[in-house]
């Protein structure tokens, strides 16, 4: 008896949180960069602003069917608007209806298209953009940072390093002494007045972004994806802690 997702079933259910995960990430990085006032100018921004990743990620990866799916993203929206002229929805649910119709919408237009390939792109923008899927959604991740100016507690740099003394099972001393250090980095934080503290704070996720780095190069001990990752999102958390300290 077979258990799990099907095998043909497989590629619609990857091929679908793929697209989410663009979509999530044009919400963070483009939809801040405009807020317009009007309803109908705000709702095609926003299916505008999750529409471009997801068309960028398509090309990337080689899949068909790239303007029926932004049609799905955009119909939901020009629909709604036509019971908020009648006055019978307000701003918020035209956004949140959007949001919710698309999802049925996309899903259709997936299955109906069978998960079909096309050629991925040649173009060295997209290209680029795809092979450093990791970086692009460190920065999503980080975008309101630069604005929140947050200083993560002592303890999240230990969580950091925990990641690798769990992968680094081929060596488990070097990732043990690192995490030692971060231990110890903690206590000092703890000791020294509050300023210094977001100091060593700041200099631990730096320290880290360079360890990062190390592995990322080496391609050891954590998956490549994930020292790529996490060495653009301590890059980004020590650069803005240490912006908010001078």
Not at 102 to 110: C, G, I, R, S, T
Not at 215 to 227: M, T
């Amino acid at each position: 008896m077979t258990t799990g997702v099907s095998p043909a079933v497989r590629p619609l259910v990857r091929h679908g949180a793929e697209m989410l995960a663009a979509m999530l990430i044009g919400m963070a990085l483009l939809a801040p960069l405009w807020t317009p006032e009007q309803v109908e100018v705000a709702a095609l921004w926003m299916a505008a602003s999750m529409s471009v990743p997801m068309v960028l990620w398509m090309r990337y990866r080689g899949h068909s069917r790239i303007v029926e799916m932004c049609a799905a993203m955009f119909l939901p929206y020009l629909v709604l608007l036509v019971p908020y002229w009648a006055g019978l929805l307000d701003g918020d649910a035209v956004e949140m209806g959007g949001h919710l119709l698309m999802l049925p919408a996309m899903a259709f237009v997936l299955v109906r298209g069978r998960h079909e390939h096309g050629s991925p792109s040649t173009n060295p923008v997209v290209r680029a953009l795809g092979d450093r899927w990791p970086a692009v959604v460190a920065l999503a991740v980080t975008f309101d940072v630069w604005q929140a100016h947050v200083v993560p507690p002592v303890w999240t740099l230990l969580l950091c390093q925990a990641a690798y003394l769990l992968w680094g099972r081929h060596a488990p001393r070097v990732q043990l002494a690192v995490f030692s250090l971060y231990a110890v980095l903690a206590v000092a934080v703890i000791l020294v007045s509050p300023s210094a503290g977001v100091l060593l704070i700041a200099l631990g996720w730096g320290a880290h972004a360079v360890w990062d780095l190390v592995h990322h190069v080496r391609n050891a001990v954590v998956p490549r994806w994930w020292s790529e990752f996490c060495g653009v999102f301590d890059l980004v958390i020590a650069v803005t802690i240490l912006i908010a300290w001078f």
